[in-house]
């Protein structure tokens, strides 16, 4: 298959008419979730790797694995050498580097105490290399965006539904408590919510995945090692956000054991008043946006 064919290359039919064997490996591979994914192998030449297209597929989420691969030690995928990836103004494909586990989704509930612990430990240890990563002087006035600059599509801050996002870049912590405010009450949400917002708190601006789940964890059994996926969300967010997202309000019993685990093992700062009084704010304003 040629380095250079057009988008349409990408598609789980074109891979395997030239000969490539797929499997799925995202359970949601259907048209309105916006996004494919499937691992890719072929005999000869031997390859294999990771195939990512759709709508929600974005030049960001390379940028992002580039920088952790960069400054981190932090186990992640990198653009595969055998494809170029293509972008139009809708849609996005490229190909990555395969690696190897199962989701910590799929394996959580197999694991002793002392692994789920160790696990955690060690997501934690990955978050603070990560929130280390520099922001490129191309992004000087970007409060939150993501890793090659655009706007996130974060629902706290953007309609989900329509993928709508802001026109431009949020450029301090006041824009951010404001754009979230004014999509709660976009949503029918009152005025309470503006107070609880942490308005006095010092906050900088980190690198952050945004979307940390068992479910974008990958556990290598032989080696107790894990590996981040999904990093299509991943930039410059608020100091508090990935910790939002991880205790995010949940059913799914998984998680929630996971939630409980990354409590237990998590640094003092996250443990502290505030950060429950920012949490408790957030799921405020994700109780009317989402409807939970």
């Not at 050498?81 to 190897?100: H, K, N, R």
């Not at 922001?135 to 706290?156: E, R």
């Not at 976009?186 to 789940?213: Q, V, Y």
Request: charged letters at 25%; a negative charge; glycine letters at 6%.
């Amino acid at each position: 298959m040629s380095r250079h064919e057009p988008l349409r290359m990408y598609s789980k039919k074109l891979f395997e008419e030239d000969g490539f064997t797929l499997t799925d490996l995202y359970k949601h591979n259907l048209p309105r979730c916006g996004m494919h994914i499937y691992h890719y192998s072929f005999d000869d030449p031997p390859m294999q790797g990771v195939l990512k297209y759709g709508g929600r597929v974005r030049p960001d989420e390379l940028r992002a694995m580039e920088l952790v691969k960069q400054y981190t030690s932090v186990p992640v995928s990198q653009q595969a050498a055998d494809f170029d990836p293509e972008f139009t103004v809708s849609e996005g494909a490229f190909c990555m580097t395969y690696i190897p586990g199962k989701s910590l989704e799929s394996c959580w509930s197999t694991l002793t105490s002392d692994v789920k612990q160790q696990v955690c430990l060690q997501i934690w240890d990955y978050i603070q290399q990560w929130q280390k990563i520099p922001k490129p002087d191309s992004l000087p006035d970007h409060f939150l965006c993501l890793a090659a600059g655009s706007n996130s599509p974060d629902i706290l801050l953007a309609d989900s539904s329509s993928h709508a996002r802001f026109d431009s870049p949020l450029r301090s912590h006041g824009e951010i408590l404001t754009r979230i405010f004014a999509r709660y009450c976009e949503n029918n949400g009152g005025k309470d919510l503006w107070p609880l917002l942490p308005h006095t708190r010092k906050t900088i601006s980190l690198f952050t995945h945004a979307d940390l789940a068992p479910r974008n964890i990958l556990f290598n059994e032989k080696s107790n090692q894990i590996g981040i996926i999904d990093w299509e969300n991943a930039g410059w967010y608020p100091d508090y956000w990935e910790f939002i997202k991880i205790f995010k309000p949940t059913s799914d019993p998984v998680e929630c054991d996971w939630q409980r685990y990354m409590e237990a093992t998590a640094p003092s700062t996250w443990k502290s008043p505030e950060a429950k009084e920012i949490l408790a704010a957030i799921n405020v304003a994700r109780g009317v946006l989402i409807g939970g």
